[in-house]
């Protein structure tokens, strides 16, 4: 008897935490989207500043992943319970499942964006920095409405 | 007995009528609104006051964007210890709006917190910033706010209870807290000198980034050194050189596109801050850089 309940407790367990486990999973291969577009936009925005040495090449590369980023199709990376307050470690507001369309709509947006920004890498630092401008808009726009502030 | 009466009820009188003079809500000196009422306005650069005042963040409709930043429903809302207000209409729709309000009268809400009706006006309205506003940025303000398309939203009232529905005791909150002093006095470098102006004045930066006291004044000691976010999300950063470690071209950069040094990028109401500030001219940007690197360190 004993060890029926005790089966049916890790039964029980695993059915709840499979799903906790998932869902890190999938808040965890966000943060690494955000992390890849920051570190493309760091070599962009250094070339726009003029801290780093306008290079075709890296710009352009830089470009192409922003591009291939936000390409990825996001239908499967923000299941429910992963919200902030519900999760530890997410930022994602609860109004993102309130209107999913428009949450897409910002992340196409970005996509845009980050498409004028491959034909300015190929130009220079001052189309890389008129580009910038859209792509941090874009950012914002989302942001403004479904990140909680971190501070 | 009677005697008693009559000096307690003399007394009471007396202590309304100070109460009354003391709260009377104020309107610029007249020499200020003559010389108002003999400046030209320019749209253009009045576009360029409004980007820099921050106006369309409370005025437009909550979810605006882009060409809607420039219809000022009004809709806003804005949490606080007391309540909460509600941005009013201001586009030029006369009924609804401030169409009808004359350039003075912009001028007195603007700088006084007093409205046509000569009324106080809630500080969630700026006024103790844009009390440091030139008159010709006014004048301009005025210009541009009348090119704007007229909308036809009602207002809707502050959520607030008593005792702060009572508007005349403001009177006493702006003889405490208004006030035409800088809060980082003197002379400055001519770049820092126009960053006082868009940082304390127009900009409003301290209305979020500078604690608060329990009645709601700043604590104009501890300048930009950060506060409760009202709305419960996060802490308002600090921007003394001490919090804030970034360099002047860093900060120049964000105030352009939203993307701190790590390219981050901005969230909350800052990224409204941050669209409305792009509209301005690069060394503007660079000029409140320059006059929150030199903020006394924390």
């Given at each position: 008897?004993?060890?029926?309940?005790?089966?049916a407790?890790?039964?029980?367990?695993?059915?709840?935490?499979?799903?906790?486990?998932?869902?890190?999973?999938?808040?965890?291969?966000?943060?690494?989207?955000?992390?890849l577009l920051?570190?493309?936009?760091?070599?962009?925005?250094?070339?726009a500043?003029?801290?780093?040495?306008?290079?075709?090449?890296?710009?352009?590369?830089?470009?192409?992943?922003?591009?291939?980023?936000?390409?990825i199709?996001?239908?499967m990376?923000?299941?429910?319970?992963?919200?902030?307050?519900t999760?530890?470690?997410?930022?994602?507001?609860?109004?993102?499942?309130?209107?999913?369309?428009?949450?897409t709509?910002?992340?196409?947006?970005?996509?845009?964006?980050?498409?004028?920004?491959?034909?300015?890498?190929?130009?220079?630092?001052?189309?890389?920095?008129?580009?910038?401008?859209?792509?941090?808009?874009?950012?914002?726009?989302c942001?403004k409405?479904?990140?909680?502030?971190?501070? | 007995?009677?005697?008693?009466?009559?000096?307690?009820?003399?007394?009471?009188?007396?202590?309304?009528?100070?109460?009354?003079?003391?709260?009377?809500?104020?309107?610029?000196?007249?020499?200020?609104?003559?010389?108002?009422?003999?400046?030209?306005?320019?749209?253009?650069r009045?576009?360029?006051?409004?980007?820099?005042?921050?106006c369309?963040?409370?005025?437009?409709?909550?979810?605006?964007?882009?060409?809607?930043?420039?219809?000022?429903?009004?809709?806003?809302?804005?949490?606080?210890p007391f309540?909460?207000?509600?941005?009013?209409?201001?586009?030029?729709?006369?009924?609804?709006?401030?169409?009808?309000?004359?350039?003075a009268?912009?001028a007195?809400?603007?700088?006084?917190?007093?409205?046509?009706?000569?009324?106080?006006?809630y500080?969630?309205?700026?006024?103790?910033?844009?009390?440091h506003?030139e008159?010709?940025?006014?004048?301009?303000?005025?210009?541009?706010?009348?090119?704007?398309?007229?909308?036809?939203?009602?207002?809707?009232?502050?959520?607030?209870?008593?005792?702060?529905?009572?508007?005349?005791?403001?009177?006493?909150?702006?003889?405490?807290?208004?006030?035409?002093?800088?809060?980082?006095p003197?002379?400055?470098?001519?770049?820092?000198?126009?960053?006082?102006?868009?940082?304390?004045?127009?900009?409003?930066?301290?209305?979020?980034?500078?604690?608060?006291?329990?009645?709601?004044?700043?604590?104009?000691?501890?300048?930009?050194?950060?506060?409760?976010?009202?709305?419960?999300?996060?802490?308002?950063?600090?921007?003394?050189?001490?919090?804030?470690?970034?360099?002047?071209?860093?900060?120049?950069?964000?105030?352009?596109?939203?993307?701190?040094?790590?390219?981050?990028s901005?969230?909350?109401?800052?990224?409204?801050?941050?669209?409305?500030?792009?509209?301005?001219?690069?060394?503007?940007?660079?000029?409140?850089?320059?006059?929150?690197?030199?903020?006394?360190?924390?």
């Amino acid at each position: 008897m004993k060890s029926i309940l005790f089966s049916a407790a890790i039964a029980a367990m695993s059915l709840t935490a499979a799903p906790v486990i998932a869902n890190e999973a999938a808040m965890a291969a966000r943060h690494g989207e955000m992390r890849l577009l920051a570190h493309s936009l760091g070599v962009l925005g250094g070339m726009a500043k003029g801290q780093i040495e306008y290079d075709k090449l890296r710009a352009e590369v830089a470009a192409d992943t922003l591009v291939a980023v936000t390409s990825i199709d996001q239908s499967m990376l923000w299941p429910e319970g992963t919200e902030t307050g519900t999760m530890e470690g997410s930022s994602a507001k609860p109004e993102i499942w309130g209107d999913k369309a428009d949450f897409t709509a910002k992340w196409e947006d970005l996509h845009k964006a980050a498409q004028t920004m491959k034909t300015a890498a190929g130009e220079g630092q001052q189309a890389i920095g008129a580009a910038m401008g859209d792509v941090g808009g874009a950012c914002s726009a989302c942001h403004k409405v479904y990140r909680v502030s971190k501070n | 007995m009677r005697r008693l009466l009559i000096i307690c009820v003399a007394l009471a009188l007396a202590g309304a009528a100070v109460f009354l003079v003391l709260t009377r809500p104020a309107t610029l000196p007249a020499a200020e609104l003559a010389e108002l009422d003999g400046l030209s306005g320019d749209a253009t650069r009045g576009e360029t006051v409004f980007w820099a005042g921050g106006c369309a963040s409370c005025h437009a409709a909550p979810e605006a964007e882009g060409d809607d930043l420039l219809v000022l429903t009004g809709g806003e809302r804005l949490a606080s210890p007391f309540g909460t207000f509600i941005a009013p209409n201001i586009s030029p729709d006369p009924t609804h709006g401030i169409g009808d309000w004359t350039r003075a009268d912009l001028a007195n809400a603007l700088t006084r917190g007093t409205d046509p009706a000569g009324r106080h006006l809630y500080p969630a309205f700026p006024y103790t910033s844009y009390i440091h506003m030139e008159l010709q940025d006014i004048a301009d303000l005025d210009t541009f706010l009348r090119t704007l398309p007229a909308d036809a939203t009602p207002n809707e009232p502050h959520e607030i209870s008593f005792p702060f529905t009572i508007r005349r005791g403001l009177g006493l909150w702006n003889m405490l807290y208004l006030t035409e002093d800088w809060a980082i006095p003197g002379d400055l470098p001519e770049a820092r000198t126009r960053g006082r102006y868009l940082v304390e004045g127009p900009g409003h930066c301290s209305e979020c980034h500078t604690p608060r006291g329990p009645i709601g004044g700043l604590e104009r000691g501890q300048w930009l050194t950060g506060a409760e976010n009202p709305t419960g999300d996060g802490r308002i950063p600090g921007l003394t050189p001490g919090q804030l470690d970034w360099s002047a071209e860093d900060i120049a950069y964000y105030l352009e596109t939203g993307f701190t040094p790590d390219f981050d990028s901005a969230g909350g109401h800052m990224a409204k801050v941050v669209t409305n500030l792009s509209h301005l001219a690069p060394e503007d940007r660079a000029a409140i850089a320059a006059y929150l690197k030199a903020l006394p360190a924390q």
